[in-house]
């Protein structure tokens, strides 16, 4: 499957974002999404997963209550709607795929599929 992120820019803090990620190539229902970020300086974290269906999503504490992850398998795209942005949200922002015979996990591992980056910057 190819993943394609785009949504990222240039925001206030206190602002919103929502970042997109469009799938082709490979049943979009085989596959359970996850957005990752990584700042200058900094190894990759996690952000935020959910599961083929959209049933189940996990988060990373740090975005809790703001960012929301969703999917919408007609559009093969997982949306990531950030709100009440931080300067500390600045990253590039990535989605990746697992085989749904993977567990859906909150954290960065090897992932089947990788999509390319889209860059977020929030100013304070």
């Known amino acids: 499957v190819q993943l394609q992120a785009s949504g990222g820019g240039l925001v206030q803090a206190g602002g919103s974002l929502r970042l997109s990620c469009a799938a082709s190539?490979?049943?979009?229902?085989?596959?359970?999404i996850s957005w990752l970020r990584q700042a200058p300086g900094k190894e990759r974290e996690f952000v935020a997963a959910?599961?083929?269906?959209?049933?189940?999503?996990y988060y990373a504490d740090s975005v809790k209550g703001r960012f929301t992850i969703s999917r919408d398998n007609a559009k093969n795209t997982v949306y990531l709607q950030m709100n009440s942005l931080k300067a500390e949200d600045t990253a590039v922002y990535y989605c990746?795929?697992?085989?749904?015979?993977?567990?859906?996990?909150?954290?960065?591992?090897?992932?089947?599929?990788w999509g390319q980056g889209t860059q977020v910057t929030v100013s304070s």
């Open positions: 959910i599961n083929w269906s959209g049933a189940t999503s």
């Open positions: 990746a795929a697992d085989i749904v015979t993977r567990p859906l996990r909150p954290a960065v591992h090897d992932y089947d599929y």
């Open positions: 190539g490979r049943t979009f229902t085989a596959y359970h």
